[in-house]
């Protein structure tokens, strides 16, 4: 490439290197008076490249054309093409506009539309034809109307959360009672809804309750009919209850009265009575006595310390004792040794008490008897060292009594 301000080019001049420029300066091109036309066409070469290099296009992305357009990509990017490109789809955005505009501030169809929820019908409650301006005025009209309404609401809203915020929090109360201790109100209720099921099966249902006070005997009007205390209808276990206790008092005056008539207690019908036997080892002497042997002890009574004195065949005590007396029941004494005891004297100082239902005494009887017994004498040992014969005669007493 020449340098445009070099002056000499080493050659012979040719014409146009001879030809001088001298209609003026133009700065646009850097052209100068007194330029020579090979100057003036290097300069106008240049500045030509200097503007073509900014044309070139096939860097420029139309991406966002195509893909909003679905537009078609030219093969060639070129001043020409894009300008086409973008005149084109400049069209179909007037195209799309002018109909949008129509829609908008046009005549469209009146529309059919039912806004009775809006409060817009006619004189007979049916729905009135509509075209876009009246429905978009009476959807603006509700509209700021529930504007107004959630704008009270929520200020309600903020009240109420702000009361709230001040209530202060609750502690259950601790509550006590024959089921629990210390416990709050939550669990003293499960408590007492548990105990109360049970206490249900333990006394039954409703109908169960029913059907036992229903149970009460027919004859009992007549027999209280004259105790204005007496229920002669009774409609709950209270009432039943009642009843029952003015007829059990009854019975226990009655049987209470038979009882010291008829069949009172008395020491009279006491009996005393025994038979014995003896075992020599170990000189065990047993009284039995028993119903055969005439005890007779009515029930009732019990033995509060009847006292035993047994006396040898010489008359002397050998044994006392404090003991028991009861039905068909034995008492057992062990004789001492080296005394005659081939017949004994059995002293007994009976003691009986009647006792109520509180083990309280209401009667004592006291009785004194003795008898005889004869104990067969105790064999013995006989050696007879020698060879002579030895002749044994023996006795025995046989008692009746």
């Given amino acids: 490439m020449k340098d445009k301000n070099k002056k000499d080019f080493g050659c012979v001049k040719s014409f146009p290197q001879c030809i001088q420029w001298n209609l003026g300066d133009i700065d646009a091109l850097g052209i100068k008076n007194g330029d020579y036309l090979d100057e003036i066409v290097w300069a106008i070469a240049c500045k030509i490249k200097e503007l073509t290099e900014p044309l070139d296009l096939s860097t420029v992305s139309i991406q966002c054309i195509i893909d909003k357009f679905d537009a078609t990509e030219p093969s060639t990017k070129t001043i020409q093409t894009i300008l086409k490109l973008i005149i084109d789809n400049e069209c179909k955005l007037k195209d799309l506009i002018d109909n949008l505009q129509a829609q908008i501030g046009g005549t469209a169809a009146t529309l059919t539309l039912n806004l009775r929820c809006l409060g817009e019908e006619d004189a007979f409650g049916n729905p009135l034809p509509y075209n876009e301006q009246s429905v978009l005025q009476s959807l603006i009209t509700n509209v700021c109307s529930l504007k107004d309404s959630v704008s009270y609401l929520s200020s309600k809203v903020i009240d109420l959360q702000t009361q709230i915020d001040a209530l202060i929090p609750y502690t259950e109360p601790t509550l006590n009672s024959c089921l629990y201790t210390n416990k709050v109100h939550s669990q003293a209720t499960n408590i007492i809804a548990t105990s109360l099921c049970d206490f249900r099966t333990k006394i039954g249902t409703n109908e169960q309750l029913d059907l036992a006070v229903s149970r009460q005997c027919s004859s009992l009007n007549t027999l209280f009919a004259s105790d204005p205390n007496f229920i002669q209808i009774p409609v709950s276990i209270a009432d039943s209850e009642n009843n029952q206790w003015i007829t059990i008092c009854n019975l226990l005056n009655r049987i209470s009265a038979i009882e010291q008539t008829c069949c009172a207690p008395s020491c009279d ?106 104990i067969q004498s105790e064999c013995c040992v006989l050696t007879n060292p020698g060879d002579e014969d030895v002749i044994m005669t023996y006795q025995t007493i046989v008692s009746t009594d």
């Fill in 269 to 374: 019908k006491i009996k005393i009575g025994f038979i014995y036997s003896y075992e020599s080892d170990p000189r065990e002497l047993t009284l039995s006595f028993t119903s055969g042997a005439g005890t007779l002890i009515p029930n009732g009574f019990v033995d509060c310390g009847s006292e035993f004195t047994i006396k040898n065949c010489e008359g002397e005590v050998i044994v006392t004792s404090v003991q028991p007396i009861e039905n068909d029941a034995d008492i057992v004494f062990t004789l001492p040794g080296g005394v005659c005891i081939s017949s004994l004297t059995i002293s007994i100082k009976t003691k009986f008490c009647l006792q109520d239902t509180n083990e309280e005494v209401i009667m004592t009887c006291r009785d004194c008897f003795s008898k005889v017994i004869k």
